[in-house]
């Protein structure tokens, strides 16, 4: 599954020890390449890296982590992310062209950066926040407030009925691509009752027996994506419309048929691109 199984060593300790810290950004620490928040890339699907060296002089410095004994680092663009992902050329292509381990290596890195490049002053009081912790908190010098990476939790589902899958199209979603429903968990709720409530406000279906599948990290910007399946007794849809442009059960003949297509589908369906989970999602119902 794109986006897991980092080789990078968090090094919770290093981040924690200020001179320890200090100590290893020499002439052996990496500088991952990045051309804003896009990844720099050779042909075989590896990272390119630098040194401290090419960072500019007033960049602020997040440390990723320990890989191969060298310390890791990746510089604060000057802006954090511009519309979706989708809209985003270059990433969609180097979703394809890294290796898996360098796909995760740089999703923790890009939702990393990207939120400090987005978060530089106090929610609490507004002034300016200083990065801390080797990036992985922002410190407020007006109020002391402490403010950390987040990541936003949101349910995506697999929903059967009568032996079809639950499937919705989004207006931005290219031609013929449809995809698992999802939505962001809100205050106060389970992840059962995301799911419930996220599929009964976008399609009408009340579902039951929720069951955890698996989960993916999404760096657009930074979410936990927590795949799930559930049941729903009744088919009869009730679409919102300002959520989706479209939803349909499928059978599993014609999905079956769409993933046998290869990435361009068949005639009427694209089956889920294979770096998201909802193609994981989708597989997992097919084939169990």
Same mark, same amino acid.
């Given at each position: 599954?794109?986006?897991?199984?980092?080789?990078?060593?968090?090094?919770?300790?290093?981040?924690?020890?200020?001179?320890?810290?200090?100590?290893?950004?020499?002439?052996?620490?990496?500088?991952?390449?990045?051309?804003?928040?896009? =990844?720099?890339?050779?042909?075989?699907?590896?990272?390119?890296?630098?040194?401290?060296?090419?960072?500019?002089?007033?960049?602020?410095?997040?440390?990723?982590?320990?890989?191969?004994?060298?310390?890791?680092?990746?510089?604060? =663009?000057?802006?954090?992310?511009?519309?979706?992902?989708?809209?985003?050329?270059?990433?969609?292509?180097?979703?394809?062209?890294?290796?898996?381990?360098?796909?995760?290596?740089?999703?923790?890195?890009?939702?990393?950066?990207?939120?400090?490049?987005? /978060?530089?002053?106090?929610?609490?009081?507004?002034? =300016?926040?200083?990065?801390?912790?080797?990036?992985?908190?922002?410190?407020?010098?007006?109020?002391?407030?402490? /403010?950390?990476?987040?990541?936003?939790?949101?349910?995506?589902?697999?929903?059967?009925?009568?032996?079809?899958?639950?499937?919705?199209?989004?207006?931005?979603?290219?031609?013929?691509?449809?995809?698992?429903?999802?939505?962001?968990?809100?205050?106060?709720?389970?992840?059962?009752?995301?799911?419930?409530?996220?599929?009964?406000?976008?399609?009408?279906?009340?579902?039951? &027996?929720?069951?955890?599948?698996?989960?993916?990290?999404?760096?657009?910007?930074?979410?936990?994506?927590?795949?799930?399946?559930?049941?729903?007794? &009744?088919?009869?849809?009730?679409?919102?419309?300002?959520?989706?442009?479209?939803?349909?059960?499928?059978?599993?003949?014609?999905?079956?048929?769409?993933?046998?297509?290869?990435?361009?589908?068949?005639?009427?369906?694209?089956?889920?691109?294979?770096?998201?989970?909802?193609? /994981?999602?989708?597989?997992?119902?097919?084939?169990?």
């Amino acid at each position: 599954m794109a986006f897991v199984g980092s080789p990078l060593d968090r090094a919770d300790d290093i981040r924690n020890d200020a001179e320890r810290l200090a100590s290893l950004m020499d002439w052996r620490a990496r500088l991952l390449k990045l051309d804003g928040l896009a =990844p720099v890339h050779t042909d075989d699907g590896q990272l390119e890296w630098g040194t401290l060296a090419d960072a500019a002089p007033d960049a602020d410095l997040v440390f990723l982590g320990m890989l191969d004994t060298k310390a890791c680092f990746a510089a604060v =663009p000057g802006e954090g992310a511009e519309g979706p992902a989708y809209a985003q050329p270059a990433i969609w292509r180097a979703m394809t062209a890294l290796e898996p381990a360098e796909l995760a290596l740089y999703g923790g890195a890009r939702s990393l950066v990207d939120w400090h490049a987005r /978060h530089r002053f106090c929610a609490r009081c507004g002034q =300016p926040t200083v990065l801390a912790k080797g990036g992985w908190q922002r410190s407020c010098g007006g109020c002391s407030a402490q /403010h950390f990476p987040r990541t936003d939790p949101v349910t995506i589902m697999a929903v059967e009925h009568q032996g079809k899958l639950l499937l919705g199209r989004q207006p931005r979603f290219p031609p013929k691509m449809f995809s698992a429903l999802a939505g962001f968990v809100e205050p106060g709720e389970s992840i059962e009752e995301a799911v419930a409530r996220e599929v009964f406000e976008e399609a009408g279906v009340r579902v039951r &027996d929720v069951q955890y599948i698996a989960s993916q990290p999404w760096p657009f910007p930074s979410q936990l994506m927590i795949g799930c399946f559930a049941l729903a007794d &009744d088919g009869a849809l009730t679409i919102d419309h300002t959520e989706l442009e479209e939803a349909r059960w499928f059978t599993r003949e014609e999905l079956l048929d769409a993933r046998a297509a290869g990435p361009d589908g068949n005639d009427t369906l694209v089956f889920p691109r294979s770096f998201a989970i909802a193609h /994981h999602l989708v597989t997992w119902w097919l084939d169990r």
